[in-house]
Nanobody, 127 residues
Framework: QVQLVESGGGLVQAGGSLRLSCASS????????MGWFRQGPGKEREFIAV????????YYADSVKGRFTISRDNAKNTVYLQMNSLKPEDTAVYYC????????????????????WGQGTQVTVSS
C-alpha cells in the first residue's frame, strides 16, 4: 500500500511557474512508476507525465512537452512536476499516481494503469 500527498499548487499568472510535489508513504517508493494527471473543469482526467522506477525514462503529453518536467528523488520518496510557461488552459486539479512494477524502465500513460492516487492539488493560471 502507498499513500500519496500532493502539494505546491496555487494561483499563478500566465507565463509563470510552479513546482508540484507528491510525497509517498512507505518504504517501497522505488518500486513504483509515478505519473501526473490533471482534470480541468468539466473535463475528464488526462495524462500529463510519467517517470519510470529508476527515473531514467520519462514521457509527456504533447500539451505539456517542453514546458513541464517530471523528476523523482527515491531517497525522499517524492516525485516532482516542474511547470513552466503556464497557460490558462493548464488550470486543473493535478493528481499524482503510482503503479507498482517490476520493470525499472517502463513508463505507463493510461489512467487505468494506476492503482494509487493522491487527493489532488489545485493549479489556477490567470490570464
Amino acid at each position: 500500500q502507498v499513500q500519496l500527498v500532493e502539494s505546491g499548487g496555487g494561483l499563478v499568472q500566465a507565463g509563470g511557474s510552479l513546482r508540484l510535489s507528491c510525497a509517498s508513504s512507505g518504504r517501497t517508493f522505488s518500486m513504483y512508476a509515478m505519473g501526473w494527471f490533471r482534470q480541468g473543469p468539466g473535463k475528464e482526467r488526462e495524462f500529463i507525465a510519467v517517470i519510470s522506477r529508476s527515473g531514467g525514462s520519462t514521457y509527456y503529453a504533447d500539451s505539456v512537452k517542453g514546458r513541464f518536467t517530471i523528476s523523482r528523488d527515491n531517497a525522499k520518496n517524492t516525485v516532482y512536476l516542474q511547470m513552466n510557461s503556464l497557460k490558462p488552459e493548464d488550470t486543473a486539479v493535478y493528481y499524482c499516481a503510482a503503479k507498482p512494477t517490476l520493470d525499472r524502465g517502463n513508463v505507463y500513460y493510461g489512467r487505468d494503469d494506476y492503482g494509487y492516487w493522491g487527493q489532488g492539488t489545485q493549479v489556477t493560471v490567470s490570464s
